[in-house]
């Protein structure tokens, strides 16, 4: 079953075309990347995925497991089991981050029908996820995101994927800003949750996550189209070759 | 001696008159200072906010009566042995003349603003603390100002003096709410115009937490006036709750050197509400530091007013000031002003303002809701996140989770979840 479907997907920001149909399927149990030059609509496809405002989509589908996504608000979509790790998590003062993941682990547990944590239950889940992801626990009492070095606030949001068990994870960009060792720890996190139901949408500039998180399938997004797809091989021949060839290829 | 410190009122009763004939004394020097040309300049600060209308005749006013609480127990009578004093300032003018003649409307000036000479003249009794050299006080001390039922104006009136290398908490609590049983009052304005100056002596410390609670019928203009000597310092966390007309004026006089004061307040703005902030730091000695951080969450059609002026002087070598401020508007209709002054005299300083109004941020909206919560609950996780970096800064637990509920219920008022 595919989880995700996209059909000539087309995008907006304003009066600017940024997506130009992209025509994309997921189905459960894969991890696909998005690699692409700077500019070519990665993140523009995830966030509109996800449902941030400025994105408008003029023409094209978008279907999750089977249903309009489109028609859902950005809650909606991840009580279904959307999940988004932002390339730059936003910072939230005077928000404790403790108390934001509870409120979200219980917002999406009560979309479920199923009970809602208490602040007990829910800490000795969070402590034990924490360590998984060699986050310190003080991250915990300050406010989300404030005062986390690039890395601790990647982490955070893979430390939010693993608590709200998606169906379907997008990461845009998770990679950027990481030394190897958090990219190791982030790449450990992915792949625990990585089994047969999940599927993941990986957006990367570089090829160096995919050789801790190995794709099924990449897909090169250029100039707001999918201009090539393949195996894992296709990440390291776009590592060698640049972005170049592919740029020239969208323009014919 | 700063000649700003010089006593306004001449002293020339050393406890040998009685309480009637000081007060008497009192109220016709201010009358005439409250008359002189100097006050009646039309001061700018006063430019969004209408100056309330008094009577000024002296002897017609009615006044708040001072509860006062040590801690949180209630007691109106000087505790013995006890070190420190709290008392009406009545019975501190009987028991220490001195003091109370030298030190009263010194810091607080008559001839300097409109409204602090109305007060000095119309005032029928005080709170007055007193904290000897020396002195380390653990339990906070409470002071709670409320109305009498009555429509007259109210002009309460707080002084209090910590000696050197003492320290202390005070805990004031403004409770400006009428009596509704007494239908003729719902319909007219109240009027409260009170006064609080406090004076650090060398190396002395106080943490002041100050609560203002309000209802429709109340308009209220307060002053807190504080001169630091050196190496003293004083830090105040400031919470305004409802009221539909509430303005309040820090004046500041960082008078020694490396004199400290950190001023952190928070409002809270139901619809319709007006709020007016001014505060006016004087770094007038080398090596002063003064931060402030002024936060509002302005309601619909509430409007939120900021004036923070930053004086330093040519003798203030080496001072540093720092002045932020943020409205948090919370509908297209909400308003807000600010209006930052900076005044320096000198070259050697470090002075740095912000000054932000805006909605809640859309991209920390968006991160909420693409977590799964729902759009009311977001708004009201950044809400709470607004008012919790200010409780954060609180050092006191009881005070901090006090003002928690306080806070939770107010904004359930403004009509936030």
Not at chain 2, 137 to 156: D, G, N
């Amino acid at each position: 079953m595919n989880l995700l479907e996209l059909r000539n997907l087309h995008v907006a920001i304003g009066d600017r075309m940024v997506l130009k149909g992209v025509n994309l399927e997921v189905p459960a149990g894969e991890l696909h990347a998005v690699m692409g030059p700077n500019g070519s609509g990665k993140s523009t496809l995830v966030q509109t995925l996800a449902g941030a405002e400025p994105y408008r989509v003029t023409d094209g589908q978008a279907h999750f497991l089977g249903s309009d996504l489109l028609a859902w608000t950005p809650e909606e979509r991840a009580r279904h089991g959307l999940f988004l790790a932002f390339q730059y998590p936003v910072e939230i003062p005077g928000l404790g981050n403790a108390y934001f993941l509870r409120s979200s682990v219980n917002a999406i547990r009560r979309a479920r029908g199923e009970a809602e944590l208490d602040a007990a239950d829910f800490l000795s889940t969070l402590r034990s996820e924490l360590s998984a992801m060699e986050m310190k626990p003080e991250l915990l009492e300050r406010s989300v995101n404030q005062g986390f070095s690039g890395g601790e606030k990647k982490r955070n949001e893979i430390l939010q994927m693993k608590l709200l068990k998606p169906c379907l994870a997008l990461l845009d960009e998770t990679d950027s800003g990481l030394d190897i060792d958090a990219l190791k720890i982030v790449a450990r996190g992915i792949n625990a949750m990585r089994d047969r139901k999940r599927g993941f949408l990986v957006v990367t500039h570089y090829q160096r996550l995919l050789d801790y998180v190995e794709p099924d399938r990449v897909h090169v997004l250029v100039n707001g189209r999918i201009v090539q797809s393949g195996e894992a091989d296709l990440a390291q021949m776009l590592e060698q070759r640049g972005y170049d060839w592919l740029t020239e290829l969208s323009q014919v | 001696m700063n000649n700003l410190l010089a006593p306004i009122l001449p002293v020339n009763h050393s406890g040998q008159s009685t309480w009637e004939e000081w007060l008497d004394y009192i109220h016709a020097a201010a009358q005439s200072a409250a008359s002189s040309e100097q006050t009646l300049i039309r001061d700018e600060s006063w430019k969004y906010t209408r100056q309330p209308a008094f009577r000024t005749k002296v002897g017609t006013f009615a006044t708040t009566e001072p509860v006062i609480r040590t801690g949180f127990q209630q007691t109106d009578e000087p505790v013995k042995g006890r070190q420190w004093d709290l008392m009406p300032l009545s019975r501190a003018y009987a028991l220490k003349p001195d003091l109370v003649t030298t030190q009263f409307g010194r810091i607080a000036r008559a001839d300097a603003r409109l409204m602090t000479a109305l007060n000095t003249q119309a005032f029928k009794d005080g709170v007055f603390l007193y904290i000897p050299p020396g002195q380390v006080i653990h339990e906070p001390v409470e002071i709670v100002l409320t109305l009498t039922p009555s429509r007259a104006p109210a002009f309460p009136r707080v002084l209090i003096l910590i000696g050197a290398g003492s320290e202390c908490q005070v805990i004031e609590r403004h409770i400006w709410v009428t009596d509704h049983s007494d239908e003729a009052s719902e319909h007219a304005l109240r009027v409260v115009n009170s006064v609080t100056e406090i004076h650090l002596e060398r190396r002395a410390t106080l943490t002041h937490y100050v609560e203002q609670q309000g209802d429709s019928s109340v308009r209220t203009v307060s002053l807190t006036s504080v001169c630091l000597d050196e190496d003293s310092f004083y830090r105040s966390f400031q919470f305004d709750g409802l009221g539909t007309l509430l303005r309040h004026e820090q004046d500041i006089l960082l008078a020694g050197t490396k004199a400290h004061v950190q001023l952190e307040t928070l409002a809270l703005l139901a619809s319709r509400e007006h709020r007016d902030r001014q505060t006016r730091i004087s770094h007038a000695a080398p090596a002063t530091r003064s931060e402030q951080r002024v936060r509002s969450v302005v309601g619909a059609h509430a409007t939120s007013i900021y004036g923070g002026r930053i004086r330093i002087q040519r003798n203030a070598a080496g001072s540093d000031a720092i002045q932020d401020n943020h409205h948090l508007l919370l509908d297209s209709s909400s308003r807000a002003m600010s209006r930052p002054e900076l005044e320096i005299a000198i070259d050697d300083v470090r002075c740095t303002h912000g000054s932000r109004s805006g909605e809640l941020d859309r991209d920390a909206l968006f991160y909420l809701r693409s977590r799964g919560i729902d759009p009311d609950h977001a708004r009201h996780l950044l809400i709470r996140g607004f008012t919790e970096e200010f409780l954060a800064l609180i050092p006191s637990e009881p005070i901090r989770i006090g003002w928690q509920e306080t806070i939770a219920k107010t904004l359930s008022r403004i009509g936030e979840p």
